[in-house]
């Protein structure tokens, strides 16, 4: 790739990340992290019907105390709630309120299923094109270090 490519690249990005920014309004406190584990957990419950929060931290590949924190988040905004397994009591599940549920329909089954259908003419090898280029351009990013930014994060 010459660099007019990577400049074109990366000016897409930004685009990207614009169109990202500009989603439907969440609901007042959310952010959009609550709503990817609102969705990790609508999935795995839709898979085998239940979820702890080791199962969303290793679904979203973040650490179980960043998890927790968003948990007792959605937890506190009504979205989930927590209840012991019946087959091992020691074991905590999550389970999405009506309130969660309606909130992973609005933004996330119903948005996507409206914006898949919009974009109808994309096929799927332009799907996993584009999931591997940008995949390799954070892989190969300057002074990137095993999942890390150059501010270490």
């Known amino acids: 790739m010459d660099q007019k490519n990577l400049k074109r690249l990366l000016d897409v990005c930004y685009v990207a990340k614009r169109v990202v920014e500009t989603l439907p309004e969440l609901p007042k406190g959310m952010k959009p992290r609550h709503i990817h584990v609102l969705e990790a957990i609508y999935e795995m419950q839709q898979a085998r019907k239940k979820c702890r ?3 969303v931290s290793a679904s979203l590949n973040i650490t179980t105390p960043s998890v927790t924190k968003l948990i007792q988040e959605l937890e506190s905004f009504g979205m989930l709630e927590k209840q012991s397994d019946k087959e091992d009591r020691r074991t905590v599940l999550l ?5 969660g549920m309606e909130c992973v329909k609005r933004y996330v089954t119903d948005l996507h299923s409206e914006w898949a259908e919009a974009m109808g003419d994309v096929g799927e090898k332009q799907v996993e094109e584009t999931i591997y280029l940008i995949g390799h351009l954070r892989d190969t990013m300057p002074g990137r270090k095993e999942g890390k930014n150059r501010n270490g994060r």
């Open 53 to 55: 929060v080791s199962d």
């Open 95 to 99: 389970i999405l309120t009506a309130k």
